[in-house]
């Protein structure tokens, strides 16, 4: 089987991680228990999830001119993802994640800094580039206007998109029908369509008329196909670490078993599979599973 041929187009971040077994109020100093570094951005996370996964990755995107830029490239570099398209922006610093993250569960606050300087001209002259693809990946942590170039710049090439709409914003309905995928949670589907939420994940994506992965969290993730046809994986049941990465775990098995030729149900069962484990590490990237390990992992779970 020939390898998916990746380009993702969105953000690098380094993410300073803050432990702490309490959330201060307002006001309040507490002592936390522990501070890491790691590299991040939901683009550069999700390449590195691709690239874990087995696909070959090229990563479009913008950082700044400061030391914390070398060490994205490093990290990128060392997964084998072509970082050629990874442009430097003078007199900006790079992109950091403030994150926070308590019994498990985190907090985080993005300053976008370079990710900001990612223009739509940018990914236009890279025609060649996403024409090669078999599929692109975008998110919304570089300006709506880009996002919406390059899934028109896309669409117009025949190469399939997935947009993971995070942070949500409300989306034109004849944008969102020239995707191959949306994968927002539950509370971003309702920003991004501007539905009111429904009593059940079933409910929400039936009012949905386009094809849509719907992430659910430890209660796995839900799916509307082509067809209509609705479906639902279970999440897996282990110890949480961090949860920082997980969604941008998920979304970069997606696309490597939808590249492959996957159906959409195999796809989703393999992406809860790689979100699960990733929890069970410190760090985005550093908890990303390679995929011996998830294959490993669906077949031991039966």
Do not use: W
Request: aromatic content about 4%.
């Amino acid at each position: 089987m020939a390898q998916a041929k990746i380009t993702v187009i969105g953000s690098l971040n380094i993410d300073m991680v803050t432990e702490t077994d309490v959330i201060p109020e307002q006001g309040e100093t507490l002592i936390g228990s522990a501070f890491s570094s790691f590299t991040g951005g939901k683009g550069a996370n999700q390449a590195v999830a691709c690239a874990r996964l087995g696909a070959v990755v090229t990563m479009i995107g913008c950082v700044g001119e400061d030391a914390m830029a070398q060490q994205l490239r490093e990290a990128l570099d060392a997964e084998n993802i072509d970082t050629t398209y990874v442009k430097t922006v003078p007199y900006k610093s790079t992109g950091i994640a403030a994150i926070t993250v308590t019994e498990g569960d985190n907090r985080i606050i993005v300053i976008p800094g370079a990710n900001h300087c990612l223009l739509p001209e940018d990914v236009l002259a890279l025609k060649e580039v996403i024409a090669a693809s078999d599929m692109i990946m975008l998110q919304h942590e570089i300006p709506l206007e880009t996002v919406e170039a390059s899934i028109k710049l896309a669409h117009s090439l025949g190469i399939p998109v997935i947009l993971n709409p995070a942070p949500a914003v409300r989306l034109p309905e004849q944008l969102l029908a020239q995707l191959h995928l949306i994968t927002p949670n539950e509370s971003e589907l309702a920003i991004v369509t501007g539905m009111e939420r429904k009593s059940t994940p079933e409910e929400l994506l039936e009012q949905y008329p386009n094809p849509i992965v719907m992430t659910a969290g430890s209660r796995g993730a839900y799916y509307k196909g082509a067809d209509g046809e609705l479906g639902h994986i279970p999440g897996h049941t282990v110890e949480v670490v961090d949860t920082t990465g997980a969604g941008d775990t998920f979304n970069g098995a997606l696309a490597v078993k939808l590249s492959e030729g996957a159906s959409l149900q195999e796809a989703v069962q393999f992406a809860v599979a790689a979100s699960a484990l990733s929890v069970t590490k410190l760090g985005a990237q550093s908890g990303m599973p390679l995929r011996q390990a998830v294959e490993a992992f669906i077949k031991q779970s039966g």
